[in-house]
T-cell receptor, first 113, second 116 residues
Framework: DVKVTQSSRYLVKRTGEKVFLECVQD?????MFWYRQDPGLGLRLIYF???????EKGDIPEGYSVSREKKERFSLILESASTNQTSMYLC????????????FGPGTRLLVL | GNSVTQMEGPVTLSEEAFLTINCTYT??????LFWYVQYPGEGLQLLLK?????DKGSNKGFEATYRKETTSFHLEKGSVQVSDSAVYFC???????????????FGAGTRLAVHP
């Protein structure tokens, strides 16, 4: 079974802090994704990566950056956390360029005070 | 670009009732279509998918048929259980602007609550 793990299930941070969310997948997938999930808005793509050291902006990249130094690991960075970044963050991985199946981690619920 | 619309919830049913969650889409061509499920406190899991028109995806008693005539991919189950209580997302690919790489577009989600 594909396994996607996220470093934390719950995080509480203060405004202005730098926040790192890490995601690791064990299936050698080329593509990895970061989404945020908010009530009434569904899932919105923040960034994705189709190869090591490659990244592409999604729909809502402002206030976020990413890092992919190794194929299995994809990090989401909040450079200076703000209260409007309080959300559920979901990482996913997958193969192929034609919208193939994505496999999701359990999510990190982030609260920014 | 492509888009997906699914019925708003919540949907509240008694155990063993019939379930339909509507999903319609707009797309260029005939992309694959997906249903994902999110159980409480968990990430999304692929429930089923269909890769071409008239295909029927099925899993765990759930079914959805890819209808190009009505641009729909409605999710159905003949007899729901309490354990089916979750949020269900319809999804399809949408080409990204750069690099030609596709992403998945998700509907807003439909919450299902099944009572004994």
């Amino acid at each position: 079974d594909v396994k996607v793990t996220q470093s934390s299930r719950y995080l509480v941070k203060r405004t202005g802090e730098k926040v790192f969310l890490e995601c690791v997948q064990d299936m050698d997938h080329e593509n990895m994704f970061w989404y945020r999930q908010d009530p009434g808005l569904g899932l919105r793509l923040i960034y994705f990566s189709y190869d090591v050291k490659m990244k592409e902006k999604g729909d809502i990249p402002e206030g976020y950056s990413v890092s992919r130094e190794k194929k299995e690991r994809f990090s989401l960075i909040l450079e200076s956390a703000s209260t409007n970044q309080t959300s559920m963050y979901l990482c996913a991985s997958g193969v192929g360029v034609l919208g193939g199946t994505q496999y999701f981690g359990p999510g990190t619920r982030l609260l920014v005070l | 670009g492509n888009s997906v619309t699914q019925m708003e919830g919540p949907v509240t049913l008694s155990e063993e009732a019939f379930l339909t969650i509507n999903c319609t889409y707009t797309a260029t061509g005939y992309p694959s279509l997906f249903w994902y499920v999110q159980y409480p406190g968990e990430g999304l899991q692929l429930l089923l998918k269909a890769t071409k028109a008239d295909d029927k995806g099925s899993n765990k008693g759930f079914e959805a048929t890819y209808r190009k005539e009505t641009t729909s991919f409605h999710l159905e189950k003949g007899s729901v259980q309490v354990s089916d209580s979750a949020v269900y997302f319809c999804a399809l690919p949408d080409p990204l602007i750069s690099g030609g790489y596709n992403k998945l577009i998700f509907g807003a989600g439909t919450r299902l609550a099944v009572h004994p």
